[in-house]
């Protein structure tokens, strides 16, 4: 069962929603071949709008975890069936995510600051 957005966490929920499935994938919960629950019935989980699983999703698909097939759903990835890349783009693309992941929780911060009075 996926865990709500959380108000208080400086990460942007695209990223909570992106990392909770990541944790589920990497625990066996959500198994290779599995297919995920539509858009609406996870933006209605996670309490979010579509459009930020869609960016998580992204996310994922971006990282081979998960594989998206139109008319067919969204499936957990084939473990070592991530895209076709070579070595050196591979780990180009791995450390450019997580320099976005970095920030977009700096910028989140950054905006939870400036809020306060």
Do not use: N
């Not at 999703?57 to 998206?68: S, V, Y």
């Not at 180009?92 to 976005?100: A, G, Y």
């Amino acid at each position: 069962m996926p865990s709500r957005v959380s108000d208080s966490d400086p990460r942007p929920p695209y990223v909570q929603i992106a990392d909770d499935l990541r944790r589920q994938i990497e625990a066996g919960q959500l198994k290779p071949r599995d297919r995920l629950p539509s858009m609406r019935v996870l933006a209605e989980s996670y309490g979010v709008a579509q459009m930020t699983i869609h960016h998580a999703l992204r996310t994922l698909r971006t990282e081979g975890r998960i594989e998206a097939w139109q008319g067919r759903g969204t499936f957990v990835a084939e473990s070592g069936e991530e895209a076709p890349l070579d070595e050196d783009l591979h780990t180009q693309v791995q450390e450019l995510i997580r320099s976005v992941r970095a920030l977009d929780e700096r910028i989140a911060r950054l905006e939870g600051a400036a809020e306060k009075p």
